[in-house]
Every structure is written in structure tokens, then in C-alpha cells.
């Protein structure tokens, strides 16, 4: 892990460890945070956080019982890039659903129109002490078992053999490898001709995601429909290189069915605008979507869903982790790892969610 990269406070968190002295870890209720390590254990299993949501876990802990201020939050996580309030709100959720916080279980508090708070009550435990309770904990993940001893390799070190070389030895070398660079060559010349030097090797391609628009409109919900959008605009900012989505607050106002996609897209000065029509009948959610040329209006790509739509909220995930990979196919882009975004029961919690995506206002 570069350092370079690494936010001022968390390089603070490190230097202890750094300077030959014991760590600091955190501890809440099951949970323990090793902030050098980059890792969160619930009762000693590993919790995976992305790199964001874990800075994020750190920034607030490191502060428990006070108010973090939402600027503060994203000047000092998002330091390197620009980003919006749903960037900060997505990841508050994130760590939600990874403490599995519910109304017994608060850890975040949400400070209207200010900040958050971290609530739990924080242990701090020295590398040493840590160390301990790991030995402790009967079911400790095989990822740290099941590795090699260096102890036992440093007690009997291996004879020194010197390596043989000749005439024969350096001609086997120097033949690999002109034969993997011709093969590389071949291979990028390849590409050229063929015209695949687009998406990933390509220029820089951008595309709007419209709010999905429903066939019958009498009983619309437009905070499905954006709802929808959101999860596919989540599903594509996963780092594909060269691909530059346009962000939700962007086109949360292009909700009305009547307006032309290829215009939103020129508004928007993208390459692509993707626009989908759908119908929930019989429990079934049964649509299409269309990725539109923006320079000549023409299809460059189509295709069809039929999931399971007795839940809205996991419907919209599951269409998005249809469409977005063969989106990304169609634009000659590498597949990026899904997100995961419904894994709470709480309706109440997404009836905020879902007042907040037609509102913009977080309660």
C-alpha cells in the first residue's frame, strides 16, 4: 500500500507502528478495527470493507462521541477527487449493513443536515493486547492458520547453490524471450486491426444512465425509477477504466417520460445515453433497455429482462447486475466486481432511502 495514497490521519493511526512501537486497535462490541492492518474482525471472523467505507469506519471511530461534519468527511476521504453527498451517504449505508446495525445494534448516529457521529462505545487495545485476544478466539479464520512458517525457514537456512550458467542456458533465456515479445507484439496489432482499441486502451467514453420509465404510468413511483437508475449508475463506477458515468444527482431530474434521451445526452455532452422501459405484471418485472448513440441517435446496443419484481428494492439490484456487464461488454470494457447494495429486512430504513433518491434530502 502506497503511503501516497494513504489519508493524513490514517498515516497518524500508522506511525506508531511504524516508529517500533505497539499499534493502536479499536474495539466495539464484537468488532474489532486494526487500522495498520486494514482490517475489521466481528468475534474474530474478517468483515470485507471497501477502501473507502473502511477510511471512513476509521475517521469516525478515531472521533467517537463526536460530531464529524459531512465536509469534513469528504475533504478528508475523498481528498484526491471530487465527489457529491450521495458518495458519503452510500458509504454510511455500506457500514451500516457491515455492522448489521438495526434499531437494538446503533453504532453511526446522522446528525440532520450536519454530520455523523459514532455512538458505540470505543476500547482501545495495543498491538499486544490484541494479539492476545486473537489467540483466544476458537474459530480464527484459516487465511491466518494455514500460512507458512518463517520462523522455521530462518532457523535452517538452505545451502547456497551457485546457479549454472553456459552457452546453452543464456540461448534458452534470450529465445523466451523474443518469443514474448513477438507474442505481445502480435497481439497488440492484433487488436489495432481488428478495431478493439476502444473501451479499456481507448479515449475516455461517457455515458447517462436515465431513470427507468414504466410502460404504464398510472400507478408510477418515480423513487423506483430512480431507485433503478442509482443502482445501475452504482453497479458502473466500480473503477472500469476510461469509462465516466455520469453521477445520479446529474439525472435525477430527467424523470419525465416524454423527454428525448438523445437530448438528455447531448445536455449532458456524453457518448451514450442508456434509457430502459419496464412493466411489472404477475410478480414479474419484464423490461428492455437500449444504449443510444448520441452523436447520430442510432441503437448500439439492446437487450431484455424478466426478474422477479415482488420486491422493488432487490428487483432494481438484480436488473442492475443484469444490464451492467453486458453494457460493459458492448463497450469493449473489462467486467468490474458487483455491489451488493440490499442486504437489510428494514422497511422502514428503506422508505428513508427511498424518500431521499425522490428528494435529495437524507433523513
Not at 459531512?70 to 455500506?94: C, G, P, Y
Not at 426478474?307 to 442492475?320: C, I, K, P, T
Request: hydrophobic share 40%; proline share 4%.
Amino acid at each position: 500500500m502506497s503511503l501516497k495514497k494513504t489519508p493524513d490521519f490514517l498515516q497518524n493511526l500508522l506511525g506508531t507502528e511504524m516508529n517500533g512501537t505497539p499499534r493502536q486497535l479499536y474495539c466495539f462490541k464484537s468488532f474489532r478495527l486494526d487500522v495498520a492492518e486494514r482490517q475489521m474482525f466481528n468475534n474474530g471472523t474478517p468483515v470485507p470493507l471497501t477502501p473507502k467505507a473502511f477510511d471512513l469506519l476509521a475517521y469516525l471511530v478515531e472521533r467517537s462521541g463526536h460530531l464529524v461534519e459531512k465536509e469534513e468527511l469528504m475533504q478528508t476521504i475523498w481528498a484526491d477527487s471530487f465527489v457529491e453527498d450521495a458518495n458519503l451517504t452510500r458509504a454510511i449505508h455500506t457500514l451500516r449493513r457491515a455492522l448489521g446495525e438495526d434499531n437494538e445494534h446503533k453504532y453511526i448516529e446522522t446528525v440532520a443536515k450536519k454530520g455523523y457521529r459514532f455512538v458505540a462505545e470505543v476500547n482501545r487495545e495495543d498491538g499486544e493486547g490484541v494479539s492476545m485476544l486473537s489467540r483466544d478466539i476458537d474459530h480464527e479464520p484459516a487465511i491466518f492458520t494455514d500460512l507458512p512458517s518463517i520462523e522455521s525457514d530462518a532457523a535452517e537456512p538452505h545451502a547456497y547453490a551457485p546457479p549454472v550458467r553456459g552457452a546453452f542456458s543464456n540461448r534458452v533465456i534470450f529465445l523466451g524471450l523474443a518469443v514474448l515479445i513477438a507474442s505481445a507484439l502480435l497481439a497488440f496489432l492484433a487488436l489495432k486491426w481488428n478495431g478493439q482499441a476502444t473501451g479499456e486502451s481507448g479515449p475516455a467514453v461517457s455515458i447517462v444512465i436515465l431513470p427507468f420509465r414504466p410502460i404504464d404510468t398510472a400507478s408510477r413511483d418515480e423513487a423506483y425509477d430512480l431507485f433503478f437508475a442509482d443502482s445501475l449508475i452504482t453497479q458502473l463506477s466500480q473503477g472500469a477504466r476510461n469509462l465516466q458515468v455520469r453521477s445520479f444527482s446529474a439525472v435525477r431530474g430527467y424523470t419525465d417520460v416524454k423527454q428525448d434521451a438523445v437530448n438528455i445526452g447531448k445536455e449532458q455532452k456524453a457518448n451514450y445515453v442508456v434509457e430502459s422501459s419496464y412493466v411489472v405484471a404477475d410478480g414479474r418485472l419484464r423490461g428492455t433497455w437500449k444504449l443510444l448513440n448520441v452523436a447520430d441517435g442510432s441503437v448500439a446496443a439492446t437487450s431484455s429482462y424478466d426478474l422477479d419484481g415482488s420486491n422493488r428494492y432487490s428487483a432494481a439490484e438484480n436488473v442492475s447486475l443484469k444490464i451492467a456487464p453486458e453494457l460493459l461488454s458492448k463497450l469493449k470494457f473489462a467486467p468490474v466486481k458487483p455491489v451488493l447494495n440490499r442486504s437489510t429486512n428494514n422497511d422502514e430504513a428503506w422508505e428513508h432511502y427511498r424518500y431521499g433518491m425522490k428528494t435529495g434530502v437524507c433523513s
